[in-house]
């Protein structure tokens, strides 16, 4: 297993899944792709978690990230608890649930941490860019779901470094102003943000959100 770090190329794979084989890179074509795990079916929090994902799905669709979950559980598991997930969280899952039974992804993504179980998953999250290009990870532990409210605002973050070259400041949420990259110049400013900008110190530089009206 390899450590994979930002910056990386995410390492593809086949898997099965509750849509079918995957390859991860077919499967993923010109898209972004938000690759998590967590640690078994039948559990009380990834319950909510595959629920409230299956809910924010067009939110993922509107920014062009395709979603995957992965567990260690089998495929005829998971067809199961996706009926108690749609039931019990009023929803229907719309994306595919990796099975992961030989461990392949998980050890791949380095997904078990034997210090807190080394059975199951712990719930990690890859964010993949459309270059292929490993953009954000994050880890929680089993007992803490995670807020996918702030996976969609990062990656409205990274989508806005990519596209426009401007970072985003702490707590920042989508049409607030953003921090101009250190690498402009300031004679590059004017073509690159027409809409203005503010500089509070050289290297603190803010414009309006370029990708808005
Ligand atoms: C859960 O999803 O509820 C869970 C899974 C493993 C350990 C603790 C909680």
Redesign the pocket.
């Known amino acids: 297993m390899a450590t994979i770090r930002l910056g990386d190329d995410a390492p593809n794979f086949t898997a099965k899944s509750t849509e079918g084989n995957i390859n991860f890179h077919e499967w993923l074509g010109d898209s972004w792709g938000v690759l998590f795990s ?3 079916d039948y ?5 909510t ?1 595959l629920g409230t994902v299956a809910k924010y799905k067009p939110e993922f669709d509107k920014r062009n990230v395709k979603i995957v979950a992965l567990s260690v559980d089998g495929l005829e598991s998971h067809k199961g608890w996706v009926d108690d997930i749609n039931e019990t969280q009023n929803t229907s899952v719309n994306f595919p649930i990796i099975a992961d039974e030989d461990r392949k992804v998980s050890e791949l993504y380095d997904m078990i941490h034997p210090n807190a179980s080394d059975k ?1 998953t712990v719930r990690s999250v890859f964010v993949i860019g459309d270059d292929k290009k490993v953009k954000l990870i994050i880890t929680y532990p ?2 803490t779901g995670r807020n996918f409210e702030e996976l969609l605002r990062v990656i409205d973050s990274l989508q806005l470094t990519a596209y426009h070259k401007v970072a985003t400041p702490a707590n920042w949420k989508n049409g607030e102003d953003v921090v101009i990259s250190p690498a402009i110049t300031n004679e590059q400013i004017p073509a690159l943000f027409p809409k203005g900008h503010k500089e509070i110190k050289p290297y603190l530089r803010m414009t309006p959100q370029p990708n808005l009206d």
């Open positions: 967590h640690p078994a559990t009380p929090v990834c319950t978690e199951f089993a007992s």
